[in-house]
């Protein structure tokens, strides 16, 4: 006889495989609600040009440089020493130093949990290549995961004789357009075993469409609204 093993939840395991993979692959910097992602070999240019630190007032560079902590509050430095010490900061320098002194510039855009104060605030340097769908996803949302596997069961003349193979198992959660996006239906309707002839001998056996028969299992057992594990 033929045997189904369904497991399909929301998991919180690979949700954290996700997103220490991106930290792993990206240069970048976290704290609770900022994300700073260097991109396309950013991380080490410079952040000011030179010209731009040229055409602001000595006040304006002193304001600039105490705010980042880049001098001392009240220390007295001639406008080319100022535009030194603000020349050579680069990206990562500057968004480490605006941090620790709450005076980031603008976000990108900002990424919004399910709770109340569930936000980051995301900067793109270098160019944009994260979507705000993505890194919401990666921040605050788990991934499916759904699979079906399919066990050959034969029961000898004793019940320590009985024999469990696995025949094939089917990722589910790859029928999906977004993995972050539960629907039963949209799984249902996508299903279709395309190696047919593979199970040829087992249809023959058990006298069945194996198609229809996981398409039927699926229709009594998939969630409506899976869990989270």
Same mark, same amino acid.
């Given at each position: 006889m033929? %045997?189904?093993? +369904? *497991?399909a939840y929301y998991d919180t395991d690979l949700s954290s495989v996700y997103f220490n993979d991106f930290k792993n692959e990206n240069n970048v /910097?976290?704290?609770? !609600? !900022?994300? /700073?992602?260097?991109? *396309?070999?950013?991380? *080490?240019?410079l952040y000011f040009k030179k010209s731009k630190l040229a055409k602001m007032k000595k006040e304006q560079l002193q304001e600039l440089a105490e705010n980042l902590g880049v001098i001392y509050c009240g220390e007295? +430095?001639? %406008?080319?020493? +100022?535009?030194?010490?603000?020349?050579?900061l680069d990206n990562e320098a500057f968004y480490t130093k605006a941090l620790e002194n709450n005076c980031l510039p603008p976000e990108d855009f900002t990424i919004l949990g399910y709770s @109340?104060?569930?936000?980051? @605030?995301?900067? @793109?340097?270098?160019?944009?290549?994260?979507? @705000?769908? $993505? +890194?919401t996803n990666l921040f605050f949302n788990c991934p499916i995961y759904a699979v079906l596997r399919v066990y050959e069961i034969e029961q000898g003349v004793f019940l320590h004789d009985t024999k469990e193979e696995e025949i094939t198992e089917f990722y589910l959660d790859e029928l999906l357009a977004n993995i972050y996006e539960y629907d039963k239906n949209e799984i249902l309707?996508?299903?279709? /075993? !395309?190696?047919v002839d593979a199970f040829k001998d087992? *249809?023959? %056996? $058990?006298?069945i469409d194996l198609e229809k028969? /996981?398409?039927? $299992?699926?229709?009594?057992n998939l969630p409506e609204d899976p869990s989270y594990k």
């Open positions: 033929l %045997k189904f093993e +369904l *497991n /910097i976290l704290d609770s !609600h !900022h994300c /700073i992602i260097f991109n *396309n070999g950013s991380k *080490n240019e007295e +430095l001639t %406008k080319v020493e +100022l535009i030194e010490k603000l020349f050579f @109340q104060g569930d936000f980051v @605030q995301v900067y @793109q340097v270098g160019g944009s290549e994260y979507s @705000q769908d $993505y +890194l309707v996508n299903f279709k /075993i !395309h190696r087992i *249809n023959e %056996k $058990y006298k028969e /996981i398409k039927k $299992y699926l229709e009594e």
